[in-house]
């Protein structure tokens, strides 16, 4: 009876370790595919000259209102993303709050030959605290052409230590593409909120990083991962501000 006892004790405990072994093995092959979807986005080359800054180079001394990090734009390493929209999303990260001395922001948009493409600047009341943003570039603006890059500038004005405002820029590279006959499909057939993963393997930014923004209480792991690249992981669970240009 006893031998009979511990047998099915015996038994137990070795389905129980197969169970775990089984299931860390999964995670294990989940998190890394993962990661590696949004590593290789982020570090994918870019197809042509993309000289660029993403980052704001300012610091406390010339800007007061900054407590840590600049002002950013969430593209990738190269400084050029791709998009497949006409009017696609920017993305940026707004190092402070709103205040009189710093009122607005201001996005350009040329084309390879340095032409401007929008009729006037875009200007942008800034957010009321700092963290992320995004605006859509406007569809009373030309949409952007299929095969072209452009090149986009940000700026801000924030005020150093001299109280004397200082202006912050920042810029990259934006192509837009034809999405596959392929990628065309699997849309069709993969709900909205999975729809980033494909983008991702097509190497497409600015979908990836909208289609995360947009089902990030749904991805809470992965729009943290992405984060991650730009140390904004403290912002994972904030709000995110709609930037709208001034008319």
């Known amino acids: 009876m006893k031998r009979q006892q511990l047998s099915l004790f015996s038994r137990t405990v070795l389905v129980c370790t197969l169970t775990t072994i089984f299931s860390s093995s999964l995670l ?3 998190s890394p595919v993962q990661a590696s979807i949004f590593d290789g986005l982020f570090n994918n080359k870019a197809e042509g000259n993309a000289s660029g800054r993403s980052r704001g180079g300012a610091t406390r001394s010339q ?3 900054i407590s840590d990090k600049s002002l950013m734009a969430l593209v990738p390493q190269s400084n050029e993303g791709l998009t497949t929209k006409d009017y696609p999303e920017f993305w940026f990260y707004i190092p402070f709050d709103r205040t009189s001395q710093s009122p607005q922001g201001q996005f350009r948009l040329l084309n390879e030959k340095r032409k401007s493409v929008l009729q006037k600047p875009l200007l942008f009341p800034l957010p ?3 963290g992320i943003v995004h605006f859509s ?18 700026k801000i004005a924030c005020v150093n230590d001299q109280g004397s405002q200082t202006n912050i820029t920042i810029d990259g590279w ?10 065309v499909e699997q849309l069709k057939k993969t709900s909205s909120q999975e ?4 983008y991702a ?17 749904t ?14 992981t403290e912002f994972k669970e904030s709000s995110i501000s709609e930037l709208k240009p001034q008319k």
């Open 28 to 30: 294990s092959l989940v």
């Open 63 to 65: 800007c007061s209102q």
């Open 128 to 130: 009321d605290k700092k």
């Open 137 to 154: 570039l406007p569809t009373t603006e030309k949409p952007l052409l299929a095969g072209e890059r452009y090149r986009w500038f940000f």
């Open 174 to 183: 934006i192509k837009r593409v034809e999405p596959s006959a392929k990628l």
């Open 195 to 198: 729809q980033y993963v494909l």
């Open 201 to 217: 393997e097509n190497n497409i930014w600015y979908e990836t990083l909208s289609k995360l923004a947009e089902n990030r209480t």
């Open 219 to 232: 991805y809470q792991q992965e729009w943290s991962e992405i984060l991650s690249l730009f140390s904004l």
